[in-house]
């Protein structure tokens, strides 16, 4: 039997909507009470394929039924998606996890205060996503409960006390995965340059990233030690963690994710000005 009592209207189904619906539903919701409005047909069929769901093709007035209204749309079309959908969802609690948009924007184009604005990324997909969460003012204790139940589907989650930290949250973990999949790139290269066939040296990565990060998760000393521990002076570690230095690997790295997280701001101010 669903623990799930709300009612949730999606507004756009892709992938980061269809990966909390998936989480949404093995932990009890039933189909019926997830509405989702997508216009676009493979979509639409992808979801009643998947999760029985028929979406609706345009916004109507079943959607004042929703009690949490999700918007899972590309930042770029938000404003022009809330034209048809705000008369029907005034009384709603608002989550948008459209990248970039800032809390003052989506307010005024749902007509609403009560908008959490989050900023997932895609191992949600696999439940094992992190979100960075930031509430208005108006949102209350309940309303971030079951925020925190809906995106907790997806995996982990943090509150932010500044909305300008989501900016550093997007180029932390919100971009993150790319940098993970790029040194995985960078390390398969290696094993194949070095010998191993290419599903060999991937295989080898993956596992390697995968552990490390579990081992990092389950300890409580500072990632920093975790490494010393195997960075024994003149070995082959400290041979590669050497060569990374006088590479400036992590200066550069470091610079890499400042200039994601200016670029966050940037998109914030173009996406808002409708």
């Known amino acids: 039997m669903s623990t799930f009592t709300n009612s949730l209207a999606f507004i756009g189904g892709g992938n980061m ?57 590309k930042p770029q079309i938000f ?6 959908v705000m008369p029907h969802t005034g009384s709603a609690l608002h989550l948008s996890v459209a990248a970039g948009i800032r809390t003052d924007s989506i307010c005024r184009w749902v007509s609403s205060d009560r908008v959490v604005r989050c900023m997932p ?42 909305e300008s ?30 010998g191993l066939s290419a599903e060999q040296a991937q295989q080898l990565a993956v596992a390697t990233f995968s552990g490390a990060s579990s081992l990092a998760a389950a300890s409580s000393e500072p990632v920093e030690v975790l490494r010393q521990r195997v960075t024994s002076k003149g070995g082959t570690t400290y041979a590669a963690i050497t060569s990374l230095e006088a590479s400036g690997v992590k200066a550069s790295f470091v610079k890499a ?10 998109l914030g101010d173009e996406f808002g000005k409708a």
């Open 17 to 73: 909507a269809s990966a909390i619906i998936g989480g949404l539903i093995r932990q009890g919701m039933k189909p019926e009470q997830i509405m989702v409005v997508e216009p676009f047909a493979d979509t639409a069929a992808k979801l009643l394929v998947d999760f029985g769901i028929t979406a609706l093709r345009v916004a109507d007035a079943s959607l004042s039924r929703a009690d949490l209204v999700i918007w899972a749309v």
């Open 79 to 84: 404003a022009e998606a809330a034209i048809p």
């Open 121 to 162: 990324n895609t191992p949600a997909l696999v439940g094992q996503g992190i979100t960075g969460l930031f509430p208005c003012p108006s949102v209350t204790p309940a309303d971030q409960a079951l925020v925190e139940r809906v995106i907790g589907t997806t995996g982990q989650f943090i509150w932010v006390q500044q």
């Open 165 to 194: 930290h989501l900016d550093a949250v997007t180029a932390l973990s919100g971009s993150g995965p790319a940098y993970v999949f790029f040194f995985l790139e960078a390390m398969t290269e290696a094993g194949v340059g070095m």
């Open 257 to 266: 994710m400042q200039a994601a997280e200016v670029r966050a701001r940037e």
